[in-house]
């Protein structure tokens, strides 16, 4: 098993996929990966969709502006923010925001957790939020925010530049 360093390092955004489907124990390893995640209030306000069929990933392809290797990944997971699950607790602060956090979140260590089993992914965020909605038939008030297209990569793409850590932090102002 790789280090945590070694796994950061290692994802790239994949978007070529074979058709191989990903084994059953390494997709649960993925979604056990995710449940470890923290939340706001240990809610876990958010729910994932699992899509498999070749049929909804095609219209979530469609949905996301026609990037069809969403289509191309035997696996895609919609993480979606349950708002109503984190208002219940903290109000408009949760709806808004602790909701989408969850879900991210679980989205990051899901794909952390898929590089670690030598998966590809990508992270795909353009896409038409009602349209998924509508297709995955969410129930009211839960928010499509991330879809994870999940597969044996077919490609390896190069590290692409990054922001030095100079650029991203400074010192706390006085
Ligand atoms: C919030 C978010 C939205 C993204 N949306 C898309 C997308 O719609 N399509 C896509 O091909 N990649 C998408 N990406 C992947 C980024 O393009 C990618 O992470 C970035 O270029 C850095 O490359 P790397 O992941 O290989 O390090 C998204 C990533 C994030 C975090």
Do not use: K
């Amino acid at each position: 098993m790789p280090s945590f360093f070694e796994v950061v390092a290692a994802r790239r955004s994949a978007r070529a996929f074979l058709a191989r489907p990903i084994e059953p124990a390494a997709l649960r390893s993925v979604l056990e990966a995710m449940v470890e995640a923290p939340s706001a209030g240990n809610l876990q306000a958010y729910r994932v969709i699992l899509v498999e069929t070749r049929e909804t990933r095609n219209a979530l392809a469609e949905a996301a502006h026609g990037q069809d290797f969403v289509a191309a990944a035997p696996t895609v997971l919609v993480f979606c923010a349950d708002a109503p699950r984190s208002r219940a607790r903290y109000g408009e602060r949760g709806a808004a925001l602790f909701a989408l956090q969850d879900a991210t979140i679980a989205a990051s260590y899901a794909q952390l957790a898929a590089t670690a089993l030598g998966l590809g992914s990508c992270w795909v965020g353009a896409f038409d939020e009602a349209r998924v909605a509508r297709l995955l038939r969410l129930a009211a008030g839960v928010r499509p925010v991330a879809i994870l297209a999940l597969g044996h990569a077919a490609e390896r793409p190069p590290r692409p530049p990054r922001r030095p850590v100079e650029a991203l932090v400074q010192a706390e102002a006085h």
